[in-house]
């Protein structure tokens, strides 16, 4: 029996904080299947190209994005996800701090939009930005792999603002830095942010050089 042809696709949920909240990456494809519809980035993986290498050339293709931190998160083989013919698609989840996407190739636009509230996805995207959004919301609590989200230097109030934004919910400010600070993820910076109608709030660089798993938990 001729075994049925079978194509394979990168898709790509990027998620960044703007504004207080979290968003993602969307653009608007410029060519069918789905044309005007908003969608995750993504393409079909080319012949001597690994995985990895597909998703960061998508990345950089459909949206202008590079160097972000990107791991993979799930394979969707659902027979009637793509209406061109049978696709399995490997999902990566990539996070990068706020950054001007440039719409490229097959893509009309690229745009950010509040994770929680997009617009109707082609495909099977609402079901795998679900499976973005889980994975990091859990990833949040026993890995740094947040600290991806942020600027070179944050002050205690960035940083607690954008777990509060992943998690969509409030943390208590006290206990929050109380068990960042004696984690040793930080390191002081010698200067110090301006505030309005404050004392000036003290900077802070991630002290590790990548993501790490932690013993414990951070919330």
Do not use: C
Not at 104 to 113: F, I, P
Not at 141 to 158: D, M, R
């Amino acid at each position: 029996m001729k075994p049925p042809a079978v194509r394979v696709a990168v898709d790509l949920v990027i998620f960044t904080v703007r504004d207080g909240a979290l968003q993602v990456l969307l653009i608007e494809r410029g060519v069918p299947p789905y044309q005007g519809q908003w969608a995750l980035p993504g393409g079909f993986v080319l012949e001597r190209e690994t995985l990895e290498e597909a998703a960061r050339r998508e990345l950089a293709e459909e949206t202008g994005l590079r160097d972000v931190y990107l791991e993979q998160l799930y394979t969707f083989g659902d027979p009637g996800r793509d209406p061109r013919g049978r696709t399995i698609a490997v999902a990566y989840y990539a996070l990068t701090p706020p950054a001007e996407p440039r719409a490229s190739t097959d893509a009309a636009k690229a745009a950010w939009h509040p994770a929680a509230r997009t617009p109707k996805l082609a495909f099977d995207h609402a079901g795998i930005l679900k499976t973005g959004l889980e994975r990091l919301r859990a990833k949040l609590g026993y890995s740094t792999v947040g600290f991806e989200l942020l600027p070179k230097q944050f002050t205690l109030s960035e940083l607690q603002g954008l777990y509060e934004a992943i998690l969509e919910r409030p943390l208590d400010k006290r206990n929050f830095r109380k068990k960042i600070l004696s984690l040793d993820l930080l390191k002081p910076q010698g200067e110090k942010r301006p505030a309005v109608a404050h004392r000036p709030a003290r900077l802070y660089a991630f002290a590790l050089p990548k993501m790490k798993i932690l013993d414990g938990t951070i919330v």
